[in-house]
C-alpha cells in the first residue's frame, strides 16, 4: 500500500505560478511510476504529466512549456511547478503511483487549483 499527500493548492491569479507536492509513504519509492492527473467540474479525469523512476517526463500538451514534473527519490516526493497558469486549469490536481512490478495504482485525495483575478 502506498498513501500520497498532496499539499500546495490555492487560489491564484492568471498567469501566476504554483508549485504542488506529493509526498508518498512508499518503503520503495523508487519503483513507482508518478503522475499529476485534474480534474474540472464536469469533466473527465485528465492526465497531466509523468515521470518515471529515472526522472523521464511527459507531460499533457495544453500544459507542455508551462509545467514541471520531478521527483526526489530521497524523500519520496513528487512535484509539480505550474507557471503562466490560465483560468483552464483550474481543477483538482491528484497524484497518482503506478508500481512498476504490480502496475498497482494509488492516488492522493486531492488538492484544487483555482485560476481567477
Known amino acids: 500500500q502506498v498513501q500520497l499527500v498532496e499539499s500546495g493548492g490555492g487560489l491564484v491569479q492568471p498567469g501566476g505560478s504554483l508549485t504542488l507536492s506529493c509526498a508518498a509513504s512508499?518503503?520503495?519509492?523508487?519503483?513507482?511510476?508518478m503522475a499529476w492527473y485534474r480534474q474540472a467540474p464536469g469533466k473527465q479525469r485528465e492526465l497531466v504529466a509523468t515521470?518515471?523512476?529515472?526522472?523521464?517526463?511527459n507531460y499533457e500538451a495544453s500544459v507542455k512549456g508551462r509545467f514541471t514534473i520531478s521527483r526526489d527519490n530521497a524523500k519520496n516526493t513528487v512535484s509539480l511547478q505550474m507557471n503562466s497558469l490560465k483560468p483552464e486549469d483550474t481543477a483538482v490536481y491528484y497524484c497518482q503511483a503506478v508500481s512498476t512490478r504490480t502496475l498497482m495504482a494509488f492516488w492522493g485525495q486531492g488538492t484544487q487549483i483555482t485560476v481567477s483575478s
Open positions: 512508499a518503503s520503495r519509492f523508487n519503483i513507482y511510476n
Open positions: 515521470i518515471t523512476p529515472g526522472g523521464n517526463t
